[in-house]
C-alpha cells in the first residue's frame, strides 16, 4: 500500500494530536541524596538512635553521617538557644537543658533528605503558548534534628512530610503576551 506525503503528514499529526502532547511538557525532580528511597526508611533509621546511647560512629551506620551527607546543617549551642529562646528553660527537654549547659560540648546537626518530582501536566499547546500551566509535584521530605551533648544524642526530634501531591495552576489570559509574575517586580515603570 502505498501513501502519498501529504496523507502521511495529516496521518502523523492526526496521531501526535491523539496521543496529546502532553509527553513533551517538561519535569523534573529534586533529590538531596541520602541513603533512604522513602520517608517510611528516613523515619525508620531515625527511630532507631536511641537518646543517652547512640554515638557519632551509631549514627554514621544508620544513615545520618555528620562529615559526608550533603546539605547537612551544623547547629551550635547559641543557635540552639535562640530557637528555644521563648521556652523557660526549666520546660525543655533535658537533653537541651544539657545541651545549652554543655555549652561549646554541644552539637547539633539537621538533616533533611528529600525525593520530589514534578511534572507539567494538561494540554501540550495551552502550554506552550503560555495560557495555562499545570504543574503536580510528588515525593516526600524528611527533616531530623539530633542534638549531641560531648559523645552521645542528647536529644532528637523529627518532622517532615511522608507524602506530598501537590497540584500548582497558572493561568495566564494573555498567553505568550503577559509578563511572568516573576519579571513584574524587576521592571519600574
Given amino acids: 500500500m ?3 506525503p501529504l496523507l502521511r503528514l495529516i496521518l502523523l499529526t492526526a496521531l501526535l494530536l491523539q496521543m496529546g502532547c502532553s509527553s513533551l511538557l517538561p519535569s523534573g525532580k529534586a533529590v538531596a541524596e541520602s541513603p533512604w528511597i522513602t520517608y517510611t526508611d528516613a523515619k525508620s533509621a ?3 538512635i536511641i537518646v543517652g546511647s547512640t554515638t557519632i560512629e551509631d549514627l554514621k551506620k544508620l ?3 555528620i562529615k559526608d551527607s550533603p546539605n547537612l546543617k551544623v547547629l551550635n549551642y547559641l543557635d540552639i538557644a535562640a530557637t528555644v529562646q521563648a521556652i523557660p ?10 545541651c545549652l549547659r554543655a555549652r561549646a560540648d554541644c552539637h547539633a546537626y539537621v538533616f533533611e533528605p528529600k525525593r520530589t518530582y514534578s511534572k507539567r501536566i494538561g494540554n501540550f499547546w495551552l502550554d506552550i503558548a503560555n495560557f495555562r500551566r499545570v504543574t503536580k509535584e510528588t515525593g516526600w521530605h524528611f527533616k531530623a534534628l539530633i542534638v549531641f551533648v560531648n559523645h552521645h544524642v542528647a536529644y532528637k ?3 517532615g512530610e511522608p507524602q506530598i501531591d501537590q497540584l500548582q495552576e497558572q493561568i495566564n489570559p494573555l498567553g505568550p503576551i503577559q509578563l511572568p509574575t516573576n519579571v513584574l517586580g524587576i521592571i519600574s515603570f
Fill in 89 to 98: 528553660i526549666q520546660e525543655l527537654d533535658p537533653g537541651l537543658q544539657a
Fill in 2 to 4: 502505498h501513501f502519498d
Fill in 63 to 65: 544513615g545520618f553521617d
Fill in 46 to 48: 531515625f527511630d532507631e
Fill in 157 to 159: 526530634l523529627a518532622s
